[in-house]
């Protein structure tokens, strides 16, 4: 389908972008970029956060006015800037990541409201935004109750409805930036399907993506950009994962599993037919120290909820929990901590980090005493004990007191990790920890990983995506609805069985 | 030097700069305006009534800075200072001795620290919004207190507690003695204390410090426990410079000690705030209304000024923040 649209039409392109400069306060945030999209054709914009690409669609829907010298060409005309106006008009549309839908508002009005806004008689034609919606998901190729309130809907299909209110725009060029963060595996090819009948029906999809599976999966081309510069525009035929990642980051990456020989390695943590009702079932594992256990599975396998268990802020129904030795029974997360089990959140945002407040407040509050001194904190110790981690890990800040917010996600997950690093624990439970992370910032959580295990501590790695735990764990566990379904060596197992184990 | 100023900066924070700026310019418009303004007698009257305003300021801080409130200072420190005057009373009324009251007000602190623990497990266990559990406790206390003493004063207050309302100690007037020792308790509890940090944590993201091993509960039963307490002590000073309790004394004064936070730079919606810059802006409120009296305008109108000057405070922060937004541009 694609391919029809590259060789029918490709003399033209339906947007085409030249010489595109933009400085924020000094920065140069795109530095004579060149785009092109040609029509009915799935582009990727790839690039590490920062890399300009949110600049890029924000010049391109008139938000942002590029340096003089630019030339926009879309559906025809030629412009020096975009204006917010003239991109709707031409059937620009913009998915954002968090999708502005209203979720008290049934179905229909989200993706209708716009086609009723401002006209005379201004009263609301409930039968007409019916109409209007249903059609523009049959567009789409799917059915939904079009009068249920949308809060009632799974985040994949709010996804929909974003994108059946672009096409109600009439929408000629679509920007989905992030798409499938936040969706399952199953509801991700769904949306890919439904990006392709957009595409077979001549709307231009560019597509945002960190994952790039799909990237590969979806798109006819690749624009890269690195540090506000164009890197190139590639065919996806010919791609690798690899490839991409070495293109945005502008680094190679040594991948290859971990031999580590813990036969003879003492048992940290034991755990014999641990169960939660509902959330999961007779789970049994251990983690020696020096290893690190990695544990995959689907969103919603039970993962989060049994390291939660394991930190002691969940209580489980039945079965034990052995750590050094002993049978634990955690009254909360502090019980927890003093036995030496630390917890990373899988959201750092909202969970992992405090983020309005100061970086070092974030790394010293979960070892407040060892800071004190005569009942009273230290700034003194506070200071040192956070420079040490600073340099331990290779923590990259302006000033100790800045708001942690304003670091990098890989920055931010460091400090994340020294929070609990400073609490000396036995027992390291990572959950997703990188998430919202760079691709080229990844690297560098990992080599602290792989360091940690080796200095002796034992690690439980959770990710959904199996390459992270498969390249960087000693063991894999493979988990389901709330059950331990599989376990893999790396290396003796291929990462392949394991996707499609995980994946099917 | 500018060692010594980035230091003070530090331990003051940021927020101080605004009431600083307010006091300056208090004082130069009232020394040009009231040529009596820069005199002993101004700066006497603040001092007499900076206390009552400034310790119930206190008490309301600690539950702001956990994004809470507290709404029932006024009618805690009333009831504080109803059980030290019947406390004064059973032990022989005007004639009661030292001994009564420093029973009566161990006493009166321990029924403040009550309301505020109530309060405290009240909000950390059921998680319900501090302004309905603190309007509930104030509502009730304010009954409770009206049936106990029939909606009238309480007197007959022995005459050595009018030292402790009026006297003064090396020229320093006793209440704002205690209410400086009571600034600088709290300015340690905050920057120096476990206690104090978890406050601001849990004003932040309660839930982000929960994920940190912070037992929250305990932190906000604290922080109200400690808010009733101070509470009383206003309730005490309130007593020995009225020489009487009444139900419904200094209830104005719940407002001001929101805005007054506010003015001190403190988030509305908790995490951030410092007691140095609250204080600061105490005095220039107090400063405000004593120099507008000292002109014969009315006490009304001081109030008036008081909301005047809070608007021009937000509108000022926003003009600022917009300068600060381009200086980082430029760089």
Same mark, same amino acid.
């Given at each position: ?270 755990v014999e037919g641990l169960s939660r009702p509902g959330e999961f079932e007779d789970v049994s ?17 039970g993962?989060?909820e049994l390291a939660l268990t394991l930190?002691g802020m969940r209580k489980p129904k039945s079965g034990s929990i ?5 049978l634990v029974r955690f009254g ?25 407040? !100061?970086?070092?407040?974030?790394? %010293?509050?979960?070892?407040? @005493?060892?800071? =004190? +001194?005569?009942?009273? &904190? *230290? ?63 990844? !690297?560098?959580?990992?080599?602290? %990983?792989?360091?940690?295990? @080796?200095?002796? =501590? +034992?690690?439980?790695? &959770? *990710? ?18 709330g059950r ?21 | ?331």
């Open positions: 389908m694609a391919d029809q649209a590259l060789d029918g039409a490709a003399s033209r392109p339906l947007l085409s972008l030249r010489n595109i400069n933009m400085t924020f306060g000094g920065v140069k945030a795109l530095k004579n970029v060149s785009f092109e999209v040609l029509p009915g054709e799935v582009h990727c914009l790839a690039g590490e956060n920062g890399s300009g690409k949110s600049t890029l669609i924000k010049v391109i829907t008139g938000v942002y006015k590029p340096e003089a010298g630019a030339m926009i060409d879309y559906d025809g005309q030629s412009y020096s800037q975009m204006s917010p106006v003239t991109a709707q008009a031409g059937g620009i549309q913009v998915i954002w990541q968090d999708l502005a839908l209203f979720p008290e508002m049934t179905v229909a009005e989200n993706i209708a409201f716009q086609t009723v806004i401002g006209r005379w008689p201004r009263l609301v034609n409930y039968a007409e935004m019916r109409r209007v919606a249903t059609s523009a998901l049959q567009r789409l190729g799917v059915t939904l109750d079009v009068d249920l309130a949308l809060h009632h809907f799974p985040i994949a299909q709010r996804q929909i409805v974003a994108i059946a209110r672009a096409l109600v725009g009439e929408a000629k060029l679509v920007f989905m930036d992030e798409p499938t963060a936040s969706l399952t595996q199953s509801e991700t090819d769904y949306l890919l399907d439904i990006v392709r009948n957009l595409s077979a029906s001549g709307v231009a999809v560019v597509f945002v993506s960190h994952r790039l599976a799909e990237v590969l999966e979806i798109s006819s081309r690749v624009t890269v950009l690195r540090d506000g510069g164009l890197v190139g525009v590639y065919p996806t035929k010919g791609l690798t994962q690899s490839r991409i990642t070495e293109l945005m980051t502008g680094k190679t990456f040594d991948h290859s599993v971990l031999r580590r020989d813990l036969a003879k390695s003492p048992v940290v943590l034991e594992l251990t983690v020696r120290r020096g290893e690190t256990l990695g544990i995959t599975g689907l969103l919603g396998a993962r989060t930190f052995v750590l050094n030795g002993n909360s997360n502090r019980d927890a901590v003093a036995a030496g089990v630390a917890y990373l959140s899988e959201d750092r945002l909202s969970l992992g980090l405090i983020q309005p407040q !100061a970086i070092a407040d974030n790394m %010293v509050i979960a070892s407040l @005493d060892k800071i =004190l +001194a005569g009942g009273f &904190i *230290s700034s003194d110790r506070k200071r040192s004990l956070v420079n040490g981690w600073i340099r331990d890990l290779g923590i990259r800040i302006g000033r100790q007191d800045d708001a942690i917010s304003t670091l990098s996600g890989g920055n931010q997950q460091r400090v994340a990790i020294a929070k609990w690093l400073a609490t000396d624990p036995r027992l390291l439970i990572l959950d997703a920890p990188t998430v919202g992370v760079d691709v080229g910032a990844r !690297a560098g959580i990992f080599d602290i %990983v792989s360091k940690l295990a @080796d200095s002796g =501590l +034992a690690i439980i790695l &959770i *990710s959904d995506e199996v390459p992270e735990v498969y390249y960087n764990a000693d063991r894999v566990l493979h988990m389901a609805q331990i379904v599989g376990q893999y060596a790396p290396g003796a197992a291929t990462l392949q069985a394991i996707e499609e184990a995980v994946y099917a | 030097m500018t060692v010594w100023i980035e230091r003070a900066r530090n331990a003051l924070g940021p927020e101080l700069a605004g009431p600083l700026a307010a006091f300056v310019m208090v004082m130069i418009v009232f020394g040009i305006a009231a040529p009596n303004f820069l005199s002993r007698a101004t700066f006497g009257s603040v001092a007499f009534q900076l206390p009552e305003l400034g310790l119930l300021t206190l008490a309301m801080l600690l539950p702001i800075l956990t994004g809470g409130l507290n709404l029932a200072i006024t009618f805690t420190a009333n009831m504080a200072g109803l059980t030290l005057a019947w406390v004064l009373q059973s032990q022989g009324g005007v004639d009661a001795g030292i001994g009564a009251f420093v029973l009566g007000s161990i006493l009166a602190i321990a029924v403040g620290a009550l309301s505020g623990l109530i309060m405290g497990l009240v909000i950390a266990y059921t998680k319900a919004h501090p302004i309905l559990v603190s309007l509930s406790m104030m509502i009730f206390l304010r009954g409770l207190g009206e049936f106990l003493t029939r909606g009238g004063d309480v007197s007959g207050i022995p005459g050595f507690l009018a030292r402790i309302g009026y006297g003064s100690i090396l020229g320093i007037p006793v209440p704002l003695l205690i209410f400086v020792a009571c600034v600088l308790i709290w300015h340690i509890l905050l920057t120096r204390m476990k206690l104090g940090f978890n406050t601001y944590m849990i004003g932040s993201n309660i839930e982000a410090t929960r994920y940190s091993g912070i037992n929250t509960r305990k932190v906000q039963v604290l922080v109200y426990t400690l808010s009733g307490a101070m509470c009383a002590v206003a309730g005490i000073i309130m007593l020995a410079r009225f020489n009487s309790v009444r139900v419904g004394h200094g209830e104005s004064y719940l407002l001001i000690t929101v805005l007054a936070c506010f003015l001190g730079g403190v988030n509305p919606f908790g995490g951030f705030g410092r007691v140095i810059p609250v204080f600061v802006a105490l005095v220039v409120l107090q400063l405000l209304s004593s120099g507008l009296n000292l002109m014969g305008a009315n006490q009304h109108l001081a109030t008036a000024v008081w909301g005047i000057l809070m608007i021009t405070v937000m509108i000022l922060r926003w003009l600022a923040g917009r300068l600060k937004f381009l200086n980082t541009n430029r760089r």
